[in-house]
């Protein structure tokens, strides 16, 4: 079965700091597909990034950047030189391959607070 | 370029009763996904609609169901409402139901059951 685990609830940084959000997976299928999405105070999911199983890379767009491993199953987010405007949940979500249709499964969530 | 649009906002149901919402897709999209998000919870897959067909569903009971138009436009549909119904409730869109494709998120709408 699918899952997604975020196991920091809450994190405080001050401004300028730099600031990694976890994400560990379980799934027992080969193609799958890991995305990261951002829910500021007004409640939409903004899409950030997608990551397909069989592209290891990194990616680093500005001030993110993602560090995807399967041997340990995870999909780390780090936010450098954070601002306040970073301040808002981000989920991470699994995805499976499917020849009908496809399941979204996100993860809890991770409440980041960036301090002036 | 318009993105995914819901309505109503936010709506007030009492115990018992039946609710609609909709959901109109951004354009070019196809398919369309509902998710329930509790307070302080991550979303929660309802079903999935691609070619007017529910082509995936959540651990949701049948009281929730859903429609997709020849427009590409969908309908949630939750009868016999409870308190723990009470939740926002999205709509995502993406091109091609085969998970290749990131989804688009509307603000949802916030259901309160009375």
């Known amino acids: 079965a699918q899952k997604v685990t975020q196991a920091q609830t809450e994190i405080s940084v001050v401004e300028k700091e730099d600031v990694t959000l976890d994400c560990v997976y379980e799934t027992r299928d080969t193609t799958y597909y890991l995305f990261w999405y951002k829910q500021p105070p007004s409640g939409e999911l903004v899409f950030l990034i997608r990551r397909n199983s069989f592209d290891e890379q990194n990616e680093i767009s500005g001030r993110y950047s993602w560090n995807f491993q399967k041997s340990t199953s995870s999909f780390n987010f780090t936010i450098t030189a954070s601002q306040v405007v970073d301040s808002a949940v981000y989920f991470c979500a699994l995805s499976e391959a499917r020849l009908r249709g496809q399941n979204f499964v996100f993860g809890p969530g991770t409440r980041l607070s960036v301090l002036p | 370029d318009a993105g995914v649009t819901q309505s109503p906002t936010h709506l007030i149901k009492t115990r018992g009763q039946q609710v609609t919402l909709r959901c109109s897709p951004k354009s070019g999209h196809d398919t369309v996904s509902w998710y329930q998000q509790a307070l302080g919870q991550g979303p929660q897959f309802i079903f999935q609609?691609?070619?007017?067909?529910?082509?995936q569903r959540g651990n949701f009971p049948d009281r929730f169901s859903g429609h997709q138009f020849p427009n590409y436009s969908s309908e949630l549909n939750v009868n016999a409402l409870l308190l723990g119904d009470s939740a926002l409730y999205l709509c995502?869109?993406?091109?091609?139901?085969?998970?290749?494709?990131?989804?688009?998120f509307g603000d949802g709408t916030r259901l309160s059951i009375l």
């Open positions: 609609y691609y070619e007017e067909e529910e082509r």
């Open positions: 995502a869109s993406s091109l091609g139901s085969l998970g290749v494709q990131p989804q688009h």
